[in-house]
């Protein structure tokens, strides 16, 4: 399922803890696809604390608390790592990750908690949702089967890279648009992960983020910056994005295009073409963000209008789109773009 899909999903849980209607969620999926980051995102959305539990890294005595004597009898200690109204708040996540790298023991522990949201004498907060997410058997990772008794208290989502929900993502959290633009050219690597191989570093979304970073810090050393592109997706794609990030010198002026002159040139190589339209993208949402959204939007759409490829326009357009919204349709050029590229068909 697509990320996007996956957000709605658990926002919709989230939110249902309030008329009782959540149920736990499970999320499936290799790694580096962006399962912790969807949990966080959705908790920032609500401004909600996320309690992130590591239960790979626990005993079954750490969610169960230590016992200790009161009078003649013996209770439990409630770890403080466990939701509290008082302390976390009235609403918010507790998050399971590695839920499938803790051994079975500790799986155990966490059954009642999350079927019945209470552990012995400790009880889950009405408001807080519960959400879980691993790594699938066959992903290299160190992963136990889950047992079926946890299997069925959750609902199971398995998540998926999308190259469109990515683009989104990293034009709202500021990627280099060098690395959008290459990841259009070379769809393919968003995600391409060989469990058979076992790689160390492999293209990923989580690892494209990284990429972005060795952008920042390496651009400036032509002698690092393959190296430490490697060193986050691995050898091959490395090899290939600083072949990419080396071809951009022959890019048109932006600026111009911005400008409107009708005069700025339409590079007649495929792969500039996908690195100006990300570089494009990355403009306009700028400009709305600094009140001149208009102008440059409309000088944007001109441009897209004179790409030979329609479909690269139409792919510029509707990263837009994806970007900033309805407003894009209030351009008056949007009309007369939207015309010359009727029989193209636009899709989600």
Known sequence: MRPTQILTILDREFSSTREGHHTPVMLWGPPGVGKSDMVREVGAQHQAPVIDIRLSQMEPSDLRGIPFHSGSLVEWAVPAILPDATRHGATGILFLDEITS??????????QLILDRRLGEY?????????AAGNRQGDRGVTYSMPAPLANRFSHFEVEAHLDDWALWAYRNQIDERIIGFLRFRP???????PAHNPVAFPSPRSWEFAHRALQKFADHPQLLQGS????????????????????????????????????????????????????VGRGIRAGENGEAGTALGHILDYA??????????????????????????????????????????YE
């Open 188 to 194: 393919e690597l968003l995600f391409d992960f060989d």
């Open 102 to 111: 803790a051994p079975p023991s500790v799986s155990a522990a966490a059954y």
């Open 305 to 346: 209008s004179r790409f030979p490829q329609r479909e690269m326009g139409v792919m510029l357009v509707s990263d837009l789109h994806r970007a900033i919204g309805a407003s894009l349709f209030e351009v008056p050029q949007f009309g007369d773009w939207a015309q010359l590229v009727s029989d193209v068909m636009l």
């Open 229 to 280: 592109l490697q060193a986050c997706v691995g050898p091959a794609a490395g090899v290939e994005l600083t072949a990419f990030v080396n071809s951009l010198d022959k890019m048109p002026d932006l600026d111009a295009i911005l400008a409107g002159d009708s005069d700025v040139p339409v590079p007649t190589e495929v792969d500039l073409q996908y690195a100006v339209a990300a570089a494009l």
């Open 123 to 131: 009880e889950v907060p009405t408001g807080w949702a519960i959400f």
